[in-house]
């Protein structure tokens, strides 16, 4: 049975695991909170980019740089910085290493956050370009990410352009997926002949690609980081939980032993006051 002297020594640890995860938990409810504020703001914009990519899909995909043959596949994958995201970055990783280890095609990878940096290299992937974002990123991120991309489609005219990241369904529940960039999908309007263009729609076209794409690149990276936000509040404020739990139990464990080595003195007192009586 562990002693009063032991038990104080892990209640000092439960008691400083409490306060950091309590900290960590502020720290990113904070931080969820302004992604939050951002991607609700530029939900709204981003939809617009994808509406008009959709009605005018034929017309962008001859401003995008041409495919060569026998090109290969290009994967963006996305992760978090940090740690302390519960599951968060282990099933992205494992998502994705899935869908490379089934790639029939050669395939380069441009791996994005820290972690995804440092898993991809101990698996032995290297890549194109790396990048790290910050914990709320900025537009101006995006763009960079896109003039990279953009780059190499001159380069090497990938076959396909694909997204692995984290899917932001509410702040319980992000789902790994993949995406191809320049994917279209019905448009959503029949009047869109009766648009009127300024100057001209090529032009608009032609200004508009570095936007709508950039737009989406955001939108991946926002979802991203918004849920390695709320992945990391519900990991610390289960860990928050179970230590202040924990400290419960033992304060409750060494109040016991205290009231039991007080009753065994009491009793040995007594005991010997009797002997010396007699």
């Known amino acids: 049975m ?7 020594k892990k209640l000092k640890g439960v008691r400083t695991t409490r306060k950091i995860s309590k900290a960590m938990k502020t720290a990113a409810t904070v931080k969820y909170s302004r992604l939050s504020a951002v ?3 530029y939900s709204r914009y981003a939809e617009q980019c994808k509406t008009l990519y959709n009605c005018y899909a034929e017309q962008f995909r001859n401003v995008l740089p041409p495919k060569k043959n026998g090109a290969p596949v290009c994967y963006i994958v996305m ?9 968060f ?10 869908i490379l280890e089934r790639e029939s095609e050669s395939f380069d990878l441009i791996l994005c956050g820290e972690k995804t940096v440092s898993q991809f290299r101990s698996k032995g992937y290297g890549s194109v370009k790396e990048y790290i974002f910050n914990d709320v990123p900025q537009f101006s991120e995006a763009k960079m990410l896109y003039e990279e991309i953009f780059s190499l489609l001159y380069q090497k005219g990938y076959g396909s352009v694909k997204i692995i990241y984290p ?15 320049f994917s279209t999908e019905q448009a959503e309007y029949s009047d869109i002949d009766d648009r009127l263009f300024i100057p001209d729609k090529a032009t608009v076209i032609n200004n508009s690609v570095e936007k709508i794409i950039t737009s989406t690149l955001y939108g991946v990276i926002l979802e991203t980081a918004i849920g390695a936000q709320a992945a990391t ?8 939980d179970t230590a202040t739990e924990f400290e419960e139990k033992l304060e409750s464990e060494i109040n016991r032993k205290r009231q039991s080595q007080v009753t065994a003195d009491v009793i040995e007192t007594s005991a010997e006051f009797s002997q010396e009586e007699e």
Not at 2 to 7: D, F
Not at 89 to 98: G, T, V
Not at 233 to 239: D, L
Request: aromatic share 10%; proline share 4%.
């Open 89 to 98: 970055n282990s099933e992205l990783f494992n998502f994705a290493q899935d």
């Open 79 to 87: 992760a978090s910085n940090k740690g302390m995201c519960g599951n």
């Open 39 to 41: 991607y609700s703001g």
């Open 2 to 8: 562990p002693t009063v002297q032991v038990l104080k």
């Open 167 to 181: 899917a932001y369904v509410n702040m319980m529940k992000q789902q790994p997926c993949i995406r191809e960039l």
């Open 233 to 240: 509040v519900m990991n610390m404020r289960s860990a928050y």
